[in-house]
Each structure stands twice: as structure tokens, then as C-alpha cells.
DNA sequence: CGACGTAAGTTGTATGACAAAACTAATCCC
DNA sequence: GGGATTAGTTTTGTCATACAACTTACGTCG
């Protein structure tokens, strides 16, 4: 609740002039986003030779295809392209993972890698990782410069102390990533997050400033166990330390199996990665992606596998809804994989457990797959900071 | 996300100033305030001025107790007295209230009725509760503004259309309650919403503009079934409709007993007055409060019934708890009443249930037993709208 | 008891961000 | 080529805050 003065004008103004050139579906004028603001054509034009000069927002030259409207042709304008970009890293259960993102939202350097992380040792991984942000780096265009970095890690994080405090399917308690990174990373900020609240961030902003339909929802993020995220106005809520979101723990039936997290009951013991494999009989190690092969081809046990596990998000998610009024559900990770699978069985639970049911139907969506979304997620939130505050990116 | 203009910084800061006069805890000076603030004194002179000529803030002229510092002696600031007021009402099943609260917090009339609403119809109840009103309006102080009027409900609310949905303890759907109060309200707006918001952001702000620690909790509002809000940095959290908090219709048990709702196992079946009482083996008009007597006396029934309810709290909450990282719990209404002797055993199941209970052990904190809580939330809420825009309400 | 120090509050001037309106630029249409 | 139309720029005005000097009102101490 800090003062406002003139300056603070002039930042609010500019990171709204951006935020709506950003945010628009094609590239638009000046004189468009004036409309768009209300504000005066005069004031976006000084705002937006700030911006431009800043390398923030470009003007795009082709008006080739032009509209053919009478008066003078517009000077579009959209996110500067390969000149501010965002650095984004993931260490999954299964996957390493780095992206250099830039302030359009394409990823201009990308390094995947698969492997066994559970129960390996966080010394040697985060070396791995730093090779990967080392090349992607290596990648980075002339003339663009990399204005953050951040990393998604499967577990509960200290975001303010950059520590991740404990990550149960990795093995890791209590690692500081940072230090280990810092050969790669220069001066560059890392900023630790949690692995589906960054995928859920990625899900809202499919680019820097940019919204998706919808706004609000509970994002479920399928890996090993099930993490989770709450999106409230497109703005993952952290709650009050930063560690909201966790629905692989919410209770399902106070008598049923133990869970590693010392509970009973919870959710993913019946929807986790290796609950659903166990209960359609397949292998640990095989893809949620064979299941769902195998339950569309009729297999009996894979299905009864796939509708218990719908039953119990149902369950579990009703009481979330209930609570939080966000009917609308993002499945991601391997509840993406067999999403059409668990989705009706979800939605029929929901609809008769949600009090507001009535009123509003609460609906299932599958997000797409994709191995690393905390990694771009993570390298889109260090963007969006220059977005919202351009004036300290304006070298 | 509209613009700035210099207006804005304005009324940004008339409200800042505003704002912080009360949340004080003494009455703070001019130069406190630009202290405070980091605006200076110049500017917060100006600024307090115009609130003082528009009745919002008061200058205190006692300097008797002065300090004794040298220097010219400050002029104290503090909220007005019986100068702006706001209406709150409220229905409850078992309640009808009126309350006319002011600036300062202080309320300045008061009707309150006890009645058996359960099963009641809409028109002669809310004629009754204008009579109420009518009642508290007719006391209104000389030179006092009424600025606002809200009405508590204890259901489902469309707080944008004025609509209660529906409201299974009392019976009655689908009602729009202003037309039947409007020959005591006059042109004063009313403003309808849950009775558990209202109720939680009355505990969140014993008086308009000040805030209690803690700024986030879950709040619990024991009824005839269970009302619930969250509330995040001292806001209660709406939800995607205003519908948020429904605490009582999470599930406890997916094999449990049937609910009201048309779901199974939900909360209100294990912890709400009537399911409380029952299981106490007590008759459903007693009071909860006997029922606490008689547990302290070491009644084995009274006792079993707490402590399942507290088990069935316990499991609810946790998963509340776990998704949105607010590890606070208030009780107000029946569950205040029974609160000590519901709250080991919802802090021990909290403790075992919640993921983060390493780091941050969840608390139960209990409410002041009030009859009509909904109601002072309803009429501080309306008093919030000066405060953090009193440009609106400056003459 | 009067000069001095101190702190509160006021007054006058400067700064700077946006609004308003006039102006220039570039294109289409006739 | 001229008028209509829309985009963008320049100029001038307004207004809220910063800054600094000033006034007010009290305590303190010789």
C-alpha cells in the first residue's frame, strides 16, 4: 500500500500500454490502444516510443497486406521478438528440462532430457541441468537480452528463501538450487517455484501478458503424485506461504490406504501415476499414455482403473469447488494422457456433489501434453515481471 | 485495469491517508501520517482537510493527556463519530437483526429478535425485518449519513442481481429481497451477500479500515447446517460467482450418511448443530452451549459427539488447508461455542493431515459468540466502500 | 519570564504526467 | 487532383505531488 506519485503514473501506464499491446489477438495501433485504454493518442504515442526504444514492443513494418481502409495506414504494433527473453528450467521425476522463452512467447532454444530422477541426489542433477541452461544460454540471439531465470521442481517450495523444502518423489529435502547453477546462470536472478503452480501460470498466459479462457480453474498436474494449482483471475495464488495447491493430498476416504505423506486416503493413492498403473495391473514404469490405449481397446481392468481414479478426483475435487467456487478443472501431466478417460466420471461427480452445481456446471478440460510446462511456465512469470514493470527494464 | 490519471492519484491517495487514520491504534497527527505514508506533510495536510470537511475524519481537540514533548502540540486523527453510518441486516434461521454501525465501528442502534425461521416464508419475514430496520434508522443521530445497507443471508447468493438462490435451512428459493425492504430503506442501496463472508470479514476488521491478525484464515460459521469463507491478506475470497466457501457440503466420507444436499458425507452430517445435538443425544432446540456444559461436566455422550465432529472437521479442513496454504482456522457461530472442546482434536488431525504442518503447524482460534455477526459485516462492508473511495461520499 | 529549540502544520514554487486540441502525415475515393 | 478519413505528433493547459521556506505553538532553561 506504498504512496502513489507522478511517477507511479507514468509505471502504471506504461506497463498498461504493454500489457494491452501484448495481450491483443493481432498487432495494434497506437491509436487502437488509446481506445482500448482511454487514453489519449498523445500519451500511448509517448509511452509506446518508450517501449519501443526499450526494446519491449516492436513496430511492424509490412503493411503489406493492408486493410484498405481510407486514411492513413496504421503502425502496428506487438511484442519485440528474440530481444528480451526469459530462461526456464524444470527438474521433473522423469525429465530435465530448459527453455529460453522470449517475450512473444516462442521459445527460441529448448534442451530435453529424460531420466530416472527418483531417489537420485540433488549434487549431480543440478549439474546436469546446468549443462542444459548452458547451451540454451549459448543459443541466446545477438542483440537479446535474458532478463531472468526460473526453475519448477516437483515439491513444496520456500519461493521468498529460493529452497526447496522437501520434494517427497525426488528423494530431495532442503536443496538450495541456486549455488549449483550459478556457473550457468551468471548474475542472472533464479527464482524457484513449484512445478505445477508454474504449469498451471503457463496454462493461464499462453505468452508474456497474453490471457486463455479460463480465468479462474484448479490446475491438476500429474507426475508421480498429484500437484496442484489454484488460478484465480489468471493469477496462481500462493497462499500464504506458497504452498497452496496441494490436492494429491486431499482426503478421498479417511480409511483408505496410507500415502508416504504419513495420511491416509489422499488422492493420490488413487489417481497418482503409480496408483492408476498398479490398478490396471501394468508396470510401474509403463506410459499413462499404454493405458489409455489399453482402456479405448476395452481392456476391462484398465478402465476400472481409469473410472476409479475419476471417482476419486471427483470426490475430492467437489470439496475444492465447493470451497473455492472454481468449477472448471485443467487436468495436465498424466491426467492429460487419460483425461478423456476420467473426464466423464469427473464431471458426473462433480455435478452431483457441487452445491452450485445447479447453477453453474462445473467441466473437466484436458491440457496439452507437454513434458515440461513448469519450464516454460517459470521463464513466462520472469517475463511477465518486465511487463508489469517496464520502467525498471527500460536499461 | 483502467487507466491512471493525475484523479487517480488522488483518490489513491485520499484513500491511502483515510485508510491509514484508521487503522491506527491511537489517533495519529498529520505528520504521523505523512510518516506513515511517505507522502509529505504538505500533501497529507491537503488531503486531511478535505476528509475532515467531508465527515470522514475527525480532529480530536482533547490534547490533555498531552505528552509533554516539546514542539507544537499535534492535532490527533481519528475516524468520525456518528457522522457516516451503514446499515446491517441479517436473517438467520434462528435470528432476525438490524445494526447501525459508524465510521469508528461503533454501533449505533441495535434490534435484534429471536425467531424460528427454519421452513418460514419470504414476505412476512422480511416484513418483519423492515420493521427492524425501520426501527434502527429512526435512531440515526443528528448530522449522520446513512451511506449503505446490507443484508446477511445464510445461503446461496447472487451478490450482483441482489438474489438470494437459494437457502435450504430456511426454505426458501429464488428470493429478491430488497423490493420488500425498500419503504424502510429509502433510496439506500442494499447490498446482499452470504452470512458467512459478512460474518468473516467482520472478524477480519473489528471496525472499518482496521485490520486483526490474522490476515488469512478459514472461517467456519457454525448455523443449523455450516457456513464457510476464506479469507486471503484480510479479503474474503469470492470465488468465480461470490459463491465460494462451502465448507460444509465438502466430503468427510463418500460412504457416509445422506445429506441434504443430495450428496453423502458431507461435513454438516457430522458437525452441524443438528447432526451435533443428535449425537449427543440432546433434543434439537437445546442450545450447543448446554451441550458444551455438559461435556466439560464429563458427559461421555456430549463428549463422543465433539469429538467426532472434530474428527470430521479435522479431515475437511485438512484438504481445505492443503489446497490453499491458509493454516488458520476461525469458529464462529454454534462452533464458537463448542470451540475448546472441538479444537484438539481438529488441530492434531491438522497436524497429522496437512502436508505443510512441518513448517507451519495449523491453529483453531475461536470467535466472540455475537447472535448476528453477518449483520456488522454487512454494514462494515458498506462502510469500506467510503473509506476506499471517499471521493465518492465527499459531499 | 523571555530567548531558544523543537516539532506540527501551512504556504508558495517547481516538476512532471496526462488531457485537449490543433496540426501534420499518409492513404482511399471520387 | 481534391476532399474525406484515419494515424500519429506537437503545443498548451491542468493538476497533484515534491520541495523548501515559513508560521505556529509548545517545552525548556537560563
Not at 61 to 85: H, I, K, N, Q, W
Not at 219 to 232: C, M, Q, T
Not at 274 to 287: C, E, F, I, Q, V
Request: aromatic share 2%; proline share 7%; glycine share 12%.
Amino acid at each position: 500500500m506504498a504512496n502513489l506519485r507522478q511517477a507511479s503514473l507514468r509505471h502504471a501506464n506504461l506497463a498498461l500500454v504493454a500489457r494491452t499491446v501484448l495481450a491483443a489477438d493481432t498487432p495494434p495501433s497506437r491509436a487502437d490502444v488509446a481506445a482500448a485504454t482511454s487514453l489519449t493518442r498523445s500519451t500511448v504515442s509517448r509511452l509506446v516510443d518508450e517501449l519501443v526504444a526499450g526494446g519491449i514492443l516492436d513496430e511492424v513494418e509490412s503493411v503489406v497486406g493492408g486493410p484498405g481502409r481510407p486514411g492513413r495506414p496504421a503502425t502496428p504494433l506487438r511484442a519485440s521478438r528474440a530481444r528480451v527473453a526469459a530462461l526456464g528450467l524444470q527438474v521433473g521425476v522423469g525429465q530435465l528440462a530448459a527453455r529460453l522463452v522470449d517475450l512473444s512467447g516462442a521459445v527460441l532454444a529448448e534442451r530435453l532430457v529424460t531420466a530416472d530422477l527418483a531417489g537420485s541426489r540433488p549434487g549431480p542433477v543440478l549439474r546436469r541441468l546446468r549443462t542444459l541452461a548452458t547451451r540454451v544460454l549459448d543459443a541466446t540471439p545477438d542483440g537479446c537480452r535474458v532478463v531472468g531465470a526460473g526453475l519448477a521442481l516437483p515439491g513444496i517450495v520456500d519461493v521468498a528463501a529460493g529452497r526447496l523444502l522437501s520434494a517427497p518423489n525426488l528423494g530431495w529435502e532442503d536443496v538450495t538450487p541456486a549455488p549449483g547453477l550459478a556457473a550457468a546462470l551468471g548474475d542472472l536472478a533464479l527464482r524457484v517455484g513449484n512445478e505445477a503452480d508454474l504449469a498451471a501460470h503457463a496454462y493461464a498466459h499462453p505468452a508474456p501478458g497474453r490471457d486463455r479462457e479460463p480465468r479462474d480453474f484448479l490446475y491438476l498436474s500429474g507426475e508421480v503424485g498429484i500437484g496442484g494449482a489454484v488460478v484465480v483471475d489468471g493469477e496462481v495464488m500462493a497462499g500464504r506461504h506458497g504452498w497452496a495447491g496441494e490436492i494429491g493430498h486431499v482426503c478421498v476416504d479417511p480409511d483408505g490406504p496410507p500415502c508416504r505423506c504419513g495420511s491416509t486416503g489422499c488422492l493420490e493413492q488413487y489417481a497418482g501415476r503409480l496408483a492408476l498403473l498398479d490398478a490396471a495391473g501394468l508396470d510401474p514404469s509403463t506410459s499413462p499414455a499404454e493405458l489409455a490405449r489399453r482402456a479405448r481397446d476395452g481392456d476391462e481392468q484398465a478402465r476400472a482403473a481409469t473410472r476409479s481414479a475419476g471417482r476419486a478426483l471427483g470426490v475430492a475435487l467437489s470439496g475444492v469447488v465447493n470451497v473455492l467456487d472454481i468449477p472448471t478443472v485443467v487436468l495436465g501431466g498424466h491426467l492429460a494422457m487419460v483425461g478423456d478417460l476420467l473426464a466423464p466420471e469427473v464431471e458426473e461427480i462433480l455435478g452431483r456433489r457441487v452445491l452450485s452445481a445447479r447453477w453453474v456446471t462445473p467441466r473437466v478440460v484436458i491440457a496439452d501434453v507437454d513434458p515440461a510446462p513448469g519450464a516454460t511456465g517459470a521463464a513466462l512469470l520472469a517475463l511477465d515481471r518486465v511487463v508489469s514493470d517496464p520502467v525498471a527494464h527500460l536499461s
